[in-house]
């Protein structure tokens, strides 16, 4: 996207024209009513303001019903609609904004326009961009997996049988998946301390972090239909940044013989907005390779089936300081969106619009690039130097934790998720615990 803008967009954002990503908004002029809305540079537009100052006269056979989606608390109606609708809304915008839009009197030159439908971004409340009703995490980033399995059993046994042949993965809770900004507290929980043989009970003493891209979904599938692998990609809405906090000493003790539990559901946080998959289309790029002869359903004919996308973990101490925990990109998944959606139906289960989709830790294969404080500290046997005054073995009370993430490197066209934020809180423990 080589246009230029009308508006004063920074370079460096991750919201530049190329971007434009969806969300949800409460604005001065709002009150709590929430609206749909996009970034653009420093600014937000309120769709459903700009759709009352006819906005969208210009948008061909462009109905009242479907203009009315952007009047609903949640991005789920718009999403339904379908991925066609999604890129001209987004490709019209784009034109909106341009320095040479087809469209001036819309808003280039309409000042009125202007002062009701476009702020800063400070100057709005951000919130979860849809309803979700069902979360899965999966466990595709295969550094992770390998890491995580060196730690916990023989290296030459790292990954488990079934690794290579499917997309392992877990349902979780959609209902503690919050907005970035959310503070998170530190969960109560069971967990073993060696060499005690009976559990203790208190506060999670190996809080950590699980860097993961997250996929919403805008169309679901019956149940007892599978999605075919190779149409999958049509059920995705969007992106976002995933934090999938886990608390590593609780999930050890309960894992056993379901897997995770409280462990892994106090809260999930995500980017507030929604990248388009019609902007992440020039990011494809090929994953990890993965040489096992997987079963037909799981056989996908694009071979550059996952995004290239640059991503960073930033650990800020409560006393201010700050330090960068992780670099590494999304291409190091042995697994597809598409493949997990695949898999995640072959049984019969329905999905839904607005379900989430994690790809599980994405993790490079070197210190620096790991997704995890439980990969950094070697399963909390080694503190970890973040800098000169930063040391972790896992989180403490008052870190806050920021991951960004974005595609491409022309200062101009970024297409980035902006921040998946969160703080940690102490627990809360009550007199009857």
Known sequence: MGASSWLDI?????????????GIVTTPRSGDERHAAVAIGSLVLD??????????VGLEDFTPSQIATFSSPALNDFAALGQEVHRRVRRYLQDIFAEKTSFPALLKDNVEAQNACLFQQDQVEMHLPMKIGGYTDFFVGKNHAYNCGCIFRDPAKALQPNYLHLPVAYNSRASSVVVSG??????????LQPPDTLPSFGPCRKLDIELELGALLC????????????????????????????????????????????????????????????ALEPFHVEGIPNETK??????????????????????RAPNGESAILSRTNGRNLVFSFAQMLAHHTVGGCPLEVGDLVGSGT???PEPGTLGSLLE????????????????RTFLEDGDSVVIRGWCGDDDSNIVGFGECSGTILPSIKRSWM
């Open 219 to 278: 169309k679901g599938n019956d149940l007892g239909e599978p999605i075919d692998v190779n149409e999958a990609e049509k059920h995705i809405f969007g992106f976002v940044i995933l934090n999938d906090w886990s608390a590593r000493d609780i999930q050890q003790w309960e894992a056993v013989p379901l897997g995770p539990f409280n462990a892994k559901t106090f809260a999930s946080t995500i980017s507030p907005w929604v990248i388009l998959k019609d």
């Open 376 to 391: 950094a500290s070697n399963g909390g046997k080694n503190s970890y130097d973040l800098s000169a005054t930063i040391r």
């Open 10 to 22: 920074p370079k460096g954002t991750h919201f530049s024209l190329a971007n434009i990503p969806f």
């Open 294 to 315: 997987l079963h037909p359903y799981l056989q996908e004919t694009r071979e550059q089936n996952v995004y290239d996308v640059n991503l960073e973990v930033e650990l």
């Open 47 to 56: 769709l459903h303001e700009f759709a009352n100052h006819q906005g969208f």
């Open 182 to 191: 959310t503070d998170v507290h530190r969960p109560l929980g069971q967990f």
């Open 362 to 364: 994405i993790s490079g």
